[in-house]
C-alpha cells in the first residue's frame, strides 16, 4: 500500500466525549487546539455526554472563537444518565468529519504537532490501518499502554462496527477490544512515539468510574 499522492494529507478529527470533566478540558483543549495549529485540515469534536459542571457554559464564554473557524465542534445530549463509555465514542465517532479519526480522552495532552505525525502515520495506507502509541503491546510488558490513544480511518471504523456497547456498564478494556479487533481483522498496526503519550492529567480509578453505572473499576476491567 502507499498514499494517495505525494502531497495528500487527510482530514483530521481529534474526538473527545466527556461527562463532567471540565477541569481537565480547561487545561487540555486549549493546549491541544494550540499545539496543532499549523495543521489545516483539522477538526476538534467534544461530546458533551449531560455534563453537569457547566462544560457548555465555558465553551461559550472561552472557546467561541475557535467554534466560528470551524476548529472546535461542540456538542452535547441531556438524555443519559450514566456515562456510557462506548455508545458516547460511537455518537463521537459518527459527529467527527474527517478521513482520520484519533481518539483523545480529556485528560490527554497531544504534545506539538501530534497532527502532523498522524498525518505521516496514515501515509503507510489509504485504509486499513490501526494507528497506536510505539509501546503498545510490547512483548514481555504487564501493561499495554494503549492509554485511549489510537487513530483510524473513519470509512474503518464502519466496517469494524464502532465500539463494542455492550461492555458499557463501566469502564474498562473497551479501547483495547476495540484495537485488537481490528488486529484480527487484518489491519496493519502503525506506530508513533510514545512521548506523544506522556505527561497526561492524573484521573483515579475513583474519578473514572464516578458517573458509570457500575463503579467497580477493576471487576469492569476483568469482566470486559
Known sequence: FGPKNNSWKPSISFVTR?????????????????????YKKLEFVVLDY??????????KSNMMQHIES????????????????????N??????????????????????????RLAECSSVSPNRIIIVPENFLLPGSKRLFLKGRFAIYKNDILQ??????????????DDVNFVFRAMLAGFSVVRYERSFTENRLVTT????????????????????
Request: proline share 3%.
Open 18 to 38: 466527556c461527562m463532567n470533566r471540565l477541569h481537565d478540558l480547561k487545561l487540555t483543549l486549549p493546549k491541544n487546539i494550540s499545539d496543532n495549529s499549523n
Open 50 to 59: 449531560n455534563s453537569k459542571d457547566g462544560l457548555g457554559d465555558w465553551i
Open 70 to 89: 470551524g476548529r472546535l465542534n461542540y456538542y452535547r445530549t441531556e438524555k443519559p444518565n450514566f456515562f456510557c463509555p462506548n455508545h458516547s465514542q
Open 91 to 116: 455518537v463521537a465517532f459518527k459527529l467527527a468529519s474527517g478521513d482520520l479519526v484519533a481518539n483523545l480522552d480529556s485528560d490527554n495532552y497531544t504534545h506539538f504537532n501530534y497532527a502532523d
Open 160 to 173: 469494524l462496527r464502532g465500539f463494542d456497547e455492550d461492555l458499557d456498564e463501566g469502564f474498562g478494556n
Open 205 to 224: 480509578d475513583e474519578e473514572r468510574v464516578s458517573h458509570v453505572k457500575n463503579k467497580e473499576f477493576n471487576y469492569m476491567r476483568n469482566k470486559n
